[in-house]
């Protein structure tokens, strides 16, 4: 079995026990899957889960940003002026090493507009998702060592065998 394997079995085995556990506890589910995306796509493995923790919530901080500053003023276009400025914020916090994942910065924000600002739902769900992502992630490479086999004819620089 491939390391490939190993990790979209565990990925679908978690992913489905999410699904039960979201909607058993009131998270939103499709948040907690956007942390997870997130954890992946910030690179994986620790480095990832903190990663993508760190710059989903910067994007939630900056997307309260954008609300609360645009709520104080009569313009119509006030929304889009914050937006412009925090977009760049979101951008430029990327000079810091553990906020270099823009996309997760982004993925916060649009979590929290997606639920019109409930803030606090999107954190749990986004930090689940993370812990989703490492989890299913690591699972897979348990899954690997038990059951998979070395295959010489792969390429050993892939990340998934």
Known sequence: MSLLMAISISVGI?????????AS?????????????????????FIGFKKSILANLTGVLWAMAIIKF??????PY????FTGI????????????????IPGAFCGACSVFGVNGDWKAVTM???????LGYSSDMGGVLIHKLFGKD??????????N
Do not use: R
């Open 78 to 81: 006030a929304a889009f002026i």
């Open 70 to 75: 645009s709520s104080q003023f009569t313009s």
């Open 151 to 160: 295959d010489n004819n792969i390429a050993k620089n892939k990340k998934y």
């Open 25 to 45: 506890l009131g998270l939103i589910t499709w948040v907690g899957f956007i942390g997870c995306t997130s954890y992946y796509a910030s690179g994986g493995k």
């Open 125 to 131: 769900a986004l930090i689940c998702g993370a812990i």
């Open 14 to 22: 978690l992913s489905g026990l999410w699904g039960f556990i979201s």
């Open 86 to 101: 925090f977009s760049f914020v979101m951008c430029i916090q990327a000079k810091f090493k553990l906020l270099e994942f």
